[in-house]
Nanobody, 125 residues
């Protein structure tokens, strides 16, 4: 069973930056797309960004466009660089992958069939 594992979460001050990474456990792992979501306490899971298998095509939520950058390190590792963080960015951040089919609605969590356990990001004011 392939697993996704996130790393890089932690505590950062407002205005600071943080980088997250997500790696699949299988070295032969391939996906149609990988993405990042987050979920704050009491809120629904929120789409942040997605990247195609080639690493060429990216798509961002308006809430993070210009501050967050998604990148494909290799076929099984995706990163999320987060700049200008605010306390409103505090959440558990999840990595996701679409391994069964092409993603047509990247904002929809159900488009992704594989999820990591999440990593906590806390931004202090």
């Amino acid at each position: 069973q392939v697993q996704l594992r996130e790393s890089g979460g932690g505590l950062v001050q407002a205005g600071g930056s943080l980088s997250l990474s997500c790696t699949a456990s299988d070295r032969t792992f391939k996906s149609y797309a990988m993405a990042w979501f987050r979920q704050a306490p009491g809120k629904e899971r929120e789409f942040l960004a997605t990247i195609s298998w080639s690493g060429i095509n990216t798509y961002y939520a308006d809430s993070v466009k210009g501050r967050f950058t998604i990148s494909l390190i290799d076929t099984k590792t995706v990163a999320l660089r987060m700049n200008s963080l605010t306390p409103e960015d505090t959440a558990v951040y999840y990595c996701a992958a679409a391994t069964l089919a092409v993603v047509t609605s990247p904002e929809i969590a159900d488009e992704y069939d594989l999820w990591g356990q999440g990593t906590q990001v806390t931004v202090s004011s």
